[in-house]
RNA sequence: GGAGGCCUGUCCGAGCGGCCGAUGGAGCUGGUCUUGAAAACCAGUGAACAGAAAUGUUUCGUGGGUUCGAAUCCCACGGCCUCCGCCA
């Protein structure tokens, strides 16, 4: 039997476009995104409800022959088979119906990017809102150098090696820079631990229809490497294999969200940034991060999202980095979030904030094309929320060096770190 | 990389072209018995989707194909296991 009808590619819940098409309208504007197709999607999904109600029909009659043509004796077989004939044809027919309409229905619904949160600021990348500041920033009575040249003088990144073997945007941690930076990938392990969340290292390669329904083949897919030999895409974040980790599951329980920090290395292509922040590590094709990924009811996802964001805070306060909190403006928004909390971190030689964690919530979005859902009071399956915030990076490398600089050239460890470093506390520049 | 075996419901495990969504067992739920429990016995019990419900569709690793009809036949892919080769 080759019918299929009754489980179509992908399952995306569509549930949202019949109840409230004007709120994805309104969101696609704030966006800057094509307005049409949501309208495109309203209407293919009701061709795609038609046909598929139509096969529907067609296979139980084909159904119900079928068990008269079982029943039959030889001689009423022969007539019984030639209606069977004619029946199977329609049944086919309508499958292919169903299955066309369902692809153009696809297509089209993966253009269009998640709904805005209420209460986003309007406008674009320069358009965020600044929540709050925190920390002191370092006052310096020397001239304090960039991450490069202490990476250089403690003899702890080495970028020209780096740019040697893999090009540019490439580089060595080397010595204490390589055990810096997992020391505050295992201090931030620890924290993500304790608070209840399960570590997973991660798959870095995956497959299309992960990348696609985490929302990283849209807009952004110039910024993603493929490798064309096996079809897979090497993940930019370990978000990816966490939200499809439960993928095509139904949780069982979500009244405490399921919480995992995921750590990977990440690969970028950067494809977009020529000319930006060529120097050192702050943007770079491959690093390391760990990522906390929560899975919760929609109604609890805003809570979530606050509680992502404190513990950022935390991994933030723990490396005694000053920094602010950003509301990023719908505009600037990721395909798949509807709200967005940047924090970044001060860097003294750019005399500028820069990013080192972003937490996003993306409500019902990833969960609804990944068909990740959970079984409520009564019993009933309802999409899931998700949501992700990074909880250490090699580029917060970047602000740790530059912050703890000191006069002599060398730089202090953050009390929280040390422990990790087997007591380190200061990086000194090597001998001369 | 080469050769072979396997993949069925929560689990074990039958079925190998048609009243098969699938026999049986374990488990689970309810009941009888018991002071209580266990045991025994009786009954019920896969899942997703649509629907108020009746009911319908889909589902036997995944995807294709043959056929009026596929868990069952054919092809491809994947996973697990065994053997050989190679290698971190």
Not at 138 to 161: N, V, Y
Not at 306 to 333: F, H, N, S, T
Request: charged residues 25%.
């Amino acid at each position: 039997m080759p019918s299929s009808a009754g489980r179509l590619g992908l399952v995306i819940d569509l549930n949202l476009f019949r109840e409230n098409p004007e709120q994805i309208i309104a969101s696609q504007r704030a966006r800057g995104k094509e307005v049409s197709l949501v309208s495109k999607v309203v209407e293919l999904d009701q061709i795609k409800r038609t046909t598929l109600a139509e096969f529907e029909t067609l296979r139980a009659a084909q159904n119900a022959h079928g068990k008269l043509v079982a029943q039959a004796s030889k001689e009423e077989k022969v007539n019984l088979v030639a209606q069977a004939q004619k029946l199977s044809s329609d049944v086919k027919e309508a499958d292919a119906r169903a299955k066309l309409a369902d692809e153009e229905l696809t297509k089209i619904v993966f253009q269009i990017e998640n709904i805005v949160m209420e209460g986003v600021p309007e406008g674009g990348a320069d358009n965020f809102v600044v929540l709050k500041e925190i920390g002191k920033k370092p006052e310096f009575s020397f001239e304090p150098k960039d991450h490069t040249q202490l990476g250089e003088a403690l003899d702890i990144i080495d970028i020209a090696r780096g740019a040697k073997i893999s090009g540019s945007r490439f580089y060595f941690l080397k010595g204490l820079g390589a055990r810096l930076e997992l020391a505050m990938m295992q201090m931030a392990l620890d924290q993500a631990s304790e608070a209840g969340f399960t570590a997973l290292i991660t798959p870095t390669l995956v497959k299309p229809e992960v990348m696609q329904g985490t929302g990283f083949l849209g807009e952004h897919s110039a910024e993603v490497y493929y490798l064309p030999a096996d079809d897979l895409y090497l993940t930019g974040t370990s978000e990816v294999a966490l939200a499809g980790y439960h993928s095509d599951e139904i949780l069982e329980d979500l009244d405490t969200p399921a919480r995992y920090a995921g750590w990977s290395t990440c690969y970028r292509r950067e494809a977009g940034s020529h000319g930006k922040d060529t120097k050192g590590i702050l943007r770079v094709h491959q690093f390391n991060k760990l990522e906390m990924f929560s899975y919760c009811k929609p109604e609890d996802a805003e809570k979530e999202h606050q509680k992502l964001m404190a513990w950022q805070e935390q991994m933030l306060e723990k490396c005694e980095l000053p920094y602010r909190v950003i509301d990023v403006a719908a505009g600037d928004l990721g395909s798949s979030a509807a709200r967005k909390y940047d924090i970044e971190a001060w860097v003294p030689t750019q005399e500028d904030f820069r990013e080192l964690t972003s937490t996003s919530n993306c409500t019902t979005f990833q969960a609804r094309r990944l068909n990740t859902r959970y079984r409520d009071e009564n019993g009933k399956t309802q999409i899931a929320a998700t949501l992700n915030g990074t909880l250490a990076t090699t580029r917060w490398l970047v602000a740790i060096l530059e912050n703890h600089q000191q006069q002599d050239g060398s730089v202090i460890i953050p009390k929280a770190l040390r422990p990790y470093l087997g007591g380190v506390e200061r990086i000194t520049p090597k001998a001369k």
